[in-house]
């Protein structure tokens, strides 16, 4: 069973900065290729967004509202994307969930989800 297991959030000031990982992990041997992943945001009563992805060979791509303040990158040795974010505002505070399109023994390409960190801005 492959699972996407987030690291890193918690609660800044605004104009602060963290940085979240994912890790994807299963049983050995069961991860053949991890394609793109990416990081997706939702905030209180409004639908996910995304915020960046990454393809395999690092090409990315990011929400308008986080340009040239969050960049997202990848170790794809270790199965892990990360998102630094910097200048936060108080509008970034929402739960972040990572994303990643997966292949595996048992069920060819498929899409996975953690279980999501939250980031609190405060003002």
């Known amino acids: 069973q492959v699972q996407l297991v987030e690291s890193g959030g918690g609660l800044v000031q605004a104009g602060g900065s963290l940085r979240l990982s994912c890790v994807a992990s299963g049983a050995s041997g069961s991860i053949l290729s991890v394609n793109d992943m990416g990081w997706y945001r939702q905030a209180p009563g409004k639908q996910r967004e995304l915020v960046a992805t990454s393809t395999s060979s690092s090409s990315t791509n990011y929400a308008d509202s986080v340009k040239g303040r969050f960049t997202i990158s990848r170790d794809n040795a270790k199965n892990t994307a990360y998102l630094q974010m910097n200048s936060l505002k108080p509008e970034d505070t929402a739960d972040y969930y990572c994303?990643?399109?997966?292949?595996?023994?048992?069920?060819?390409?498929?899409?996975?989800w953690g279980q999501g960190t939250q980031v609190t801005v405060s003002s």
């Open positions: 994303n990643a399109k997966i292949w595996t023994v048992m069920r060819g390409w498929d899409d996975y």
